[in-house]
């Protein structure tokens, strides 16, 4: 029984991105014209690359059961545009290849990219799923750890720099305690000379 599950996101093979939210078919960033049904059928294909995609699969899909309409030549008209798009042919296919009496295989390789995948809920996440960093311990431990090693050096730079004026203050201190004391040795003293008008006041200069 295959897998319930659906991408919401880019797929991309070859040359051609598939943008699933904006239902878009690009090829080199430009858009492809592709109609919805054919659309749809290329990303069912798409979502299961390697895989035969049955004629039945399809129809219950996106053809469901209160429609009526001629579902064989509703699905053979969107294989032929999307070949058409595609520019693939179903005698030498790239892309798309018929399984006689069975339905549809995609060939090429298809990578995933942004991509939101729904499944039911009995069903675990594929292992494309993102999980939010507060859903995994782990990663938010290791978003977490710049921060504690900023403040670690930070911490160790402000200690280093305390530790260099605690030293250089005891090399002075210790430099201080070693001079030798000043030793006055003689005192010179000068010729006095008396600023007063006063003749009587000059015994004071002598």
Do not use: C
């Not at 305390?162 to 010179?188: D, G, Q, T, Y």
């Amino acid at each position: 029984m295959r897998e319930e599950h659906q991408i919401r996101g880019r797929l991309s093979f070859g040359v051609f991105e598939l943008d699933l939210r904006a239902g878009e078919l690009r090829k080199h960033g430009l858009r492809v014209r592709l109609q919805e049904q054919p659309f749809q059928v290329l990303a069912t294909l798409t979502e299961h690359p390697g895989e035969v995609v049955t004629r039945e699969e399809l129809q219950k899909k996106l053809w469901p059961a209160d429609t009526f309409v001629d579902f064989d030549h509703g699905l053979n008209k969107a294989i032929s545009k999307i070949r058409e798009a595609l520019r693939d042919s179903a005698e030498s296919p790239r892309f798309v290849e018929t399984v006689a009496r069975r339905g549809y295989r995609f060939l090429a390789e298809v990578k995933v990219a942004d991509a939101a995948t729904v499944r039911s809920p009995e069903l675990a996440f594929l292992p494309h799923h993102k999980a939010e960093v507060g859903d995994r311990p782990d990663l938010a431990g290791k978003a977490a750890m710049p921060k504690h090693l900023l403040s670690s050096l930070a911490w160790k730079i402000s200690a280093s720099v305390l530790l260099l004026l605690v030293a250089s203050l005891a090399a002075w201190k210790f430099h201080s305690w070693n001079r030798p004391p000043l030793v006055i040795r003689s005192l010179a003293v000068l010729p006095l000379e008396s600023r007063s008008s006063d003749a009587s006041q000059d015994y004071f200069a002598d």
